[in-house]
């Protein structure tokens, strides 16, 4: 018998591969904002440590921390978008609150309540400083800035039309 095959089949051709050049891919998180994340988180696990941490009231604060900063993480592969940058920009800035929050409960022993009322207070009034930086109030005028009830258009002493 020969050692020649029966059926001929054809032998792979070698392909030479062409170089791709890797395109550039912007994510969502730059690697500074994701190392300063971690930090944050770091910081976060040393004030676990506080007795002040297993407060009832706090709890809901730190859940909402806790899955934010983890949600933040896990974008860090998300390609960027305007719309994502967005609603990233709006959970950092609830992220910044929850942290003040939380410090002030943990290491000034603060009311979470009260603690979470400085905090919307101070964001307004961050946030009406910004938006009234040319507008002052004179307060030589003598118009007075509050109306008091007599003033009010349901107690005047003048009869309403009637329709």
Do not use: C, W
Request: hydrophobic share 30%.
């Amino acid at each position: 018998m020969s050692s020649q095959p029966v059926f001929k089949v054809p032998r792979p051709v070698p392909v030479k591969k062409v170089p791709v050049k890797p395109v550039p891919v912007r994510y969502l998180i730059s690697a500074e904002e994701l190392k300063n994340m971690n930090g944050k988180i770091r910081s976060l696990k040393k004030l676990f440590k506080h007795p002040r941490r297993t407060l009832p009231e706090l709890q809901p604060y730190l859940t909402f921390l806790l899955t934010g900063q983890h949600s933040f993480i896990n974008l860090a592969k998300v390609r960027y978008s305007e719309a994502g940058r967005e609603r990233m920009r709006s959970g950092t800035d609830a992220m910044k609150h929850l942290e003040d929050i939380v410090i002030r409960v943990i290491l000034q022993g603060e009311d979470p309540a009260r603690a979470h009322l400085r905090v919307i207070n101070e964001m307004y009034l961050n946030n009406s400083d910004e938006d009234d930086e040319d507008d002052e109030d004179d307060t030589d005028d003598a118009t007075p800035d509050i109306q008091t009830s007599s003033e009010s258009p349901g107690n005047s002493s003048q009869p309403t039309p009637k329709q």
